[in-house]
Nanobody, 124 residues
Framework: QVQLVESGGALVQAGGSLRLSCAAS????????MGWFRQAPGKEREFVAA?????TYYADSVKGRFTISRDNANTVYLQMNSLKPEDTAVYYC????????????????????WGHGTQVTVSS
């Protein structure tokens, strides 16, 4: 089983930036694609971004502002720039079996493991 722990959530003013981190455990980490989802109160959990073997995928709402990346230390990042109040949500890191396209990675059901979330609040 893969364990995921998110960090980096904070209160930030609109227009500011944050970088979220997701630390993944296990020697099988490289077997998985990684994704970020978010959920605001009263709203459905929504796909934000995902990364597989050199490919990245983004929701239209964050494309051009957010960047997902991963390093060789079992950590996945979500760099968030030009933050808007509507970005306020709990952000979750998740791990999915490797596949080939956006239609797969945007589905919650593709992900086998989830972190507990980190709160991002963007004020005006």
């Amino acid at each position: 089983q893969v364990q995921l722990v998110e960090s980096g959530g904070a209160l930030v003013q609109a227009g500011g930036s944050l970088r979220l981190s997701c630390a993944a455990s296990g020697r099988t980490f490289s077997t998985y694609a990684m994704g970020w989802f978010r959920q605001a109160p009263g709203k459905e959990r929504e796909f934000v971004a995902a990364i597989s073997w050199g490919s990245t995928y983004y929701a239209d709402s964050v494309k051009g502002r957010f960047t997902i990346s991963r390093d060789n230390a079992n950590t996945v990042y979500l760099q968030m720039n030009s933050l808007k109040p509507e970005d306020t949500a709990v952000y979750y890191c998740a791990a999915a079996r490797l596949a080939s396209d956006y239609n797969y990675y945007r589905m919650e059901g593709a992900y086998d493991y989830w972190g507990h979330g980190t709160q991002v609040t963007v004020s005006s």
